[in-house]
């Protein structure tokens, strides 16, 4: 079968050779105001989910974490704290502005060691196969062009028995908020984009991106097919976002 030709940008079709580039910009103009905008959108909750799922990561001490669509370095830091002095962290994201700021953030908070930077593609990762005891992407994979490629990467770096740890908003489960979180999404937060960013068009893209991204048992069957066992996935904040956990066996 053929690969398409075009993929989904919010709620537009584009090329597919097109969608890399278009994240790009949204990702350049965004940086800048990503933390504050983090905290408005979530109110504050998008703190509480990451650590949820560097907690059922399973990383110990002396662990070698990937972090892919890194970011500004949130979840780093906190696998930083799991694999202490004798484990290492790699942030790898395709956007270097966004790297360039996660990069700053902590090593202005003194956090040097153990760490290193990379910028690359999540479906191309230049990382040996089995590098890695754990592969954690926070809200990266849905701006992904072709997901399948970018999972099937990260079984590869992923060591024996290492876990693949993917945070992404999902569906929501409860019908009452679910109401709620569309008025939220679609009402509320490309006006913050606007009043604190200037940028009202990138933040819409962001929240038509979530609703075009498979739901909690697509993304686990999705998994499957790249061929990590045992995936379970965990509901936080009523399905607002969910937490998937492969396993490389």
């Known amino acids: 079968m053929s690969a398409p030709d075009s993929t989904d940008f919010g709620f537009e079709r584009v090329a597919v050779s097109a ?17 504050v905008m983090n905290d408005l959108m979530s109110l504050g909750m998008h703190r509480l989910w990451k650590r949820y799922a560097v907690q059922v990561s399973g990383v110990k001490r002396g662990g070698a974490v990937l972090d892919l669509a890194g970011g ?8 930083l704290d799991r694999v202490g002095a004798t484990g290492d962290v790699t942030v790898c994201d395709i956007n270097g502005a966004m790297l360039r700021r996660g990069r700053d953030r902590l090593l202005d908070a003194g956090r ?17 196969d089995a590098g890695f005891d754990c592969v954690n992407i926070a809200f990266g994979l849905r701006n992904v062009t072709r997901r399948e490629a970018a999972l099937a990467d990260m079984r590869r770096v992923l060591r024996w028995g290492g876990s693949a740890i ?9 019908p ?5 979180y569309e008025r939220w999404s679609f009402e509320v937060i490309p006006a913050l984009g606007e009043l604190v960013a200037g940028d009202r068009d990138s933040y819409r893209y962001l929240v038509e991106s979530i609703r075009m991204f498979p739901d909690q048992a697509a993304l686990k069957t999705m998994m499957e097919a790249a061929g990590f066992g045992r995936v379970e996935s965990f509901n936080l904040s009523g399905g607002i976002v969910a937490v998937h956990r492969g396993v490389r066996i």
């Open 166 to 174: 993917i945070l992404e908003f999902s569906r929501v489960t409860l």
């Open 112 to 128: 040097a060691a153990g760490l290193r930077f990379v910028q690359a593609d999540a479906e191309r990762l230049p990382f040996r």
């Open 72 to 79: 500004t370095g949130d979840c780093a830091r906190l696998y």
């Open 19 to 35: 969608k890399t580039e278009r994240v790009r910009r949204v990702f350049e103009s965004v940086a800048d105001n990503y933390d």
């Open 176 to 180: 009452h908020l679910a109401r709620l």
